[in-house]
């Protein structure tokens, strides 16, 4: 079973292009098919891969063309921008969207956190370009609301989730010396 990527997408464009695109994202619930498949409706291609002889590489290779899969998908709609949030499998849809700003006038903008796998990060797509800015959980935490970061390490270690050792190894070289002085001290490790 997967991991479960959360993620959130805003898509920037023309009315009649987040139209189209909103009209296609709302077949997924219903969807049958791959996410590849998916995918290639998503793009205005032809949804049909025809399997051929494959082994179980390029059988695995053409489900996931686009590297992951809805676990459920939320849709909002605004002026001049459409909206995609839930959970993926694995990783973020990154292949999918980098493909649509090929194919659409659009821009994407977006967040996706995996704490299990320890990894978040915040990316920008134009013309077919992802701009990805991978990094820790913990640092995806700490860029995303710093304070709350700091509050559930403080939390985790009071509660031993999280020891010391494992602190000062990943946690500490993120924060300032005044933080982490903070952390030792709200915890009673100083």
């Known amino acids: ?6 993620n959130w997408v805003q898509i920037t464009g023309p009315k009649e292009t987040l139209d189209i695109i909103e009209e296609r994202f709302e077949k997924y619930n219903d969807w049958q098919g791959t996410f590849t498949e998916f995918s290639r409706m998503v793009l205005g291609l032809d949804p049909e891969v025809v399997p051929g002889n494959e082994t179980n590489e390029q059988l695995f290779s053409r489900i996931y063309t686009y590297g992951t ?26 292949q999918l969207l980098t493909m649509m700003t090929k194919v659409f006038d659009v821009k994407i903008e977006g967040e996706y956190s995996e704490s299990g796998c320890d990894f978040g990060g915040f990316y920008t797509i134009e013309n077919g370009v992802c701009d990805d800015h991978e990094m820790t959980y913990f ?38 010396d005044y933080e982490w002085n903070q952390v030792l001290t709200e915890t009673n490790k100083a």
């Open 1 to 6: 079973m997967a991991n479960n990527c959360w």
């Open 139 to 176: 640092e995806y935490e700490l860029a995303s609301d710093r304070e709350n970061a700091l509050n559930r390490l403080i939390e985790d270690m009071n509660e031993d989730f999280i020891d010391l050792k494992y602190a000062e190894k990943h946690n500490k070289p993120y924060l300032t």
């Open 69 to 94: 899969k809805w676990r459920d998908l939320d849709i909002n709609r605004g002026d001049g921008w459409l909206q995609l949030c839930g959970d993926s499998a694995w990783s973020p849809p990154l």
